[in-house]
Every structure is written in structure tokens, then in C-alpha cells.
């Protein structure tokens, strides 16, 4: 089955920093992903949807200059978020599918801004 | 705007009962109405999926059943397990499966007990 890795599985980071997330599609190419926010016991919520070769398209109210996102191949999308607050805090989690095929889920990234 | 409602919040049922989970949708251009579990510190994992073409799908203990005039579509375990004990997530989007947005619904916690 398809195969979506994300890395690292946990980050801690002083508040002023910038962090980077990756996502990967293993065993397919993704011209689409999707980065989500969780909160503890809250749903997914979806940030931004990232395009290869493109620019990404942020959902309302989330800031593009603080979570950057670069679809740089068919199989890498990378989340930065920059000048980390503790309020960034939170579970992010990626997702992308082969063609024709459901949304795979990576197993997340948790943040910690200290 | 919470366009995917989902119910109860929480849920307790003995080892070998049935969990019942509810969803109702707002928007009738969603086409694709997928399940997933999702376990402490991990992703979400697709369960399974139905389209608004059937009313009920069954794969295993795990069955949808979806009533499209009404709106509204539900996941029926059968034979709980503990080990069924996690997260669901039920979500809707529009234009199938492959590369669509995901809206999520708030998530129940089904907790078996042994």
C-alpha cells in the first residue's frame, strides 16, 4: 500500500527558531499534499495544500510567512515553521495519495516550542 | 464553519458490543465519506469508504451505512475488541478519493472494555 513518511516523528525547539518537517511519499509520486494541525484531543484541521511546483494554498486564517512550504518533487513537501512561539505547539501530520487512490497519512510530527 | 458533525464525542461499549458513530454533512457536493482510526501519537489510518451511489458498505466487522436525503452516514463496529479502542474521525470531501481536500468531523474515542 502507498506509503506516507514523515520526519521527525518528534521535535522540541526554543521559541524564536524555525523547524522543519518533511514529508515523503515512498512508493508513489504525489503532485498534491496536505499538511493537517491537531491539537490534543481536537480534530485535524487543514493548514495548507501543497502543490509540486508550485505555490501552496493556505487555508483561512493560517499565515503563509510563518508556515512555509516547499513541494519541491514528486515525492518530498516540506513544512517550516518559522519563529516558533509555544502556541505552535501542536501534532502536524501530512498526507498525499497515489492517483485514484484515498488520502495516506503520514505519522505525524510533534512539536514542542519551548 | 463545521461542515462535517460528528457523534458522541465519547464512547464506551463492552467487549463484543457494537459501537455506533454518527455523521451528519452540511454540503451536498461531497462525493466520498471515508473512516479513520486513529491511535495515540500516531496518523490517521483509512478504515473504510463509501460514495454516496450505496447505502451501506461492509468490509469486516466494520460497516457504513449512509443515508444520502438525510444527510448523514455512520460506522458500526461489530464485535468490539479492546484493541478497537482509539480515535475515529469521520471526514468528507468533494471530487472522489485521490488528491480531494478532507474535511474532518470532531472524533470520537471508543474505549472497549475487556
Known sequence: GAVVSQHPSRVICKSGTSVKIECRSLDFQATTMFWYRQFP????MLMATSNEGSKATYEQ?????KFLINHASLTLSTLTVTSAHPEDSSFYICSASPSNSPLHFGNGTRLTVT | QQQVKQSPQSLIVQKGGISIINCAYENTAFDYFPWYQQFPGKGPALLI?????????????????????????????????????????????KEGASGSRLTFGEGTQLTVNP
Open chain 1, 61 to 65: 486564517g493560517v499565515e503563509k510567512d
Open chain 2, 49 to 93: 469508504a463509501i460514495r454516496p451511489d450505496v447505502s451501506e458498505k461492509k468490509e469486516g466487522r466494520f460497516t457504513i451505512s449512509f443515508n444520502k436525503s438525510a444527510k448523514q452516514f455512520s460506522l458500526h463496529i461489530m464485535d468490539s475488541q479492546p484493541g478497537d479502542s482509539a480515535t475515529y474521525f469521520c471526514a468528507a470531501s
Open chain 1, 41 to 44: 484531543k481536537q480534530s485535524l
